[in-house]
């Protein structure tokens, strides 16, 4: 099963910056580049919701019109870790931060989520 860890979570000030990071471990764990690793978050009273996505194969990033231009998604293949870097962030992006790993045909692997509170 392949294990995904999110880390990076806290209490910042809205225009401040914050650096999610997703270390994926497990015994049929494949090669990270295998994988598309995504971003989603989680609001209180509200669902979850895309947030960023990297492409398996190197085929490039996508994000939520919510946080394009704010955020960037990576990754380090080679430390099968991906990262989110949050930049310009608002009350609104209070959330819990779930990274996720998917791959066609296959079931998604999520972690366990970190919180993410900005204040006013």
């Known amino acids: 099963q392949v294990q995904l860890v999110e880390s990076g979570g806290g209490l910042v000030q809205a225009g401040g910056s914050l650096r999610l990071s997703c270390a994926a471990s497990?015994?049929?764990?494949?090669?990270?580049?295998?994988?598309?690793m995504a971003w989603f978050r989680q609001a209180p009273g509200k669902e979850r919701e895309f947030v960023a996505a990297?492409?398996?194969?190197?085929?490039?990033?996508t994000y939520a019109e919510t946080v394009k231009g704010r955020f960037t998604i990576s990754r380090d293949n080679a430390k099968y870790t991906v990262y989110l870097q949050m930049n310009l962030l608002k009350p609104e992006d209070t959330a819990v931060y779930y990274c996720?790993?998917?791959?066609?045909?296959?079931?998604?692997?999520w972690g366990q989520g970190t919180q993410v509170t900005v204040s006013s």
């Open positions: 497990g015994r049929t764990l494949s090669t990270l580049s295998s994988y598309t």
């Open positions: 996720a790993a998917m791959v066609a045909g296959q079931d998604d692997y």
């Open positions: 990297d492409r398996r194969g190197g085929l490039g990033s």
